[in-house]
Nanobody, 130 residues
Framework: QVKLVESGGGSVQTGGSLRLSCEVSGYTSSYFSIGWFRQLPGKEREGVATIDRVERDDSTTYADSVKGRFTISKDNANNTLYLQMNNLKPEDTAMYYC?????????????????????WGQGIQVTVAS
């Protein structure tokens, strides 16, 4: 059974930094898509940063709103995905989720269509005070 567990959220001031972690277990193959998504209060879930192919280093995608501030990375040895968030803004306040599935192109968008094999973490809150 696939399981994703997020950690590292919390509250920071504007301009601060946080690093989220997503520990992944249960995949028997090293070929899958994974990424970070968030849901702001009263809004639909949106993509933040994704990796279409975890076995490759050239398949990352970022939402325009976080480019230059957030960095997605992975530690294959420890089956962990990270999201380094710098220069945080109040509009980054949201519940952040990790999601994974079999390899898809454009995982940033595909995940939001809820493909049948998608696995979501329980989410973790990030709050940025102004």
């Amino acid at each position: 059974q696939v399981k994703l567990v997020e950690s590292g959220g919390g509250s920071v001031q504007t301009g601060g930094s946080l690093r989220l972690s997503c520990e992944v277990s249960g995949y028997t193959s090293s070929y899958f898509s994974i990424g970070w998504f968030r849901q702001l209060p009263g809004k639909e879930r949106e993509g933040v940063a994704t990796i279409d192919r975890v076995e490759r280093d050239d398949s990352t995608t970022y939402a325009d709103s976080v480019k230059g501030r957030f960095t997605i990375s992975k530690d294959n040895a420890n089956n962990t995905l990270y999201l380094q968030m710098n220069n945080l803004k109040p509009e980054d306040t949201a519940m952040y989720y990790c999601a994974a599935a079999q390899p898809y192109d454009c995982w940033l968008l595909v995940a939001l269509r809820s493909p049948p094999d998608v696995n979501w973490g329980q989410g973790i809150q990030v709050t940025v005070a102004s």
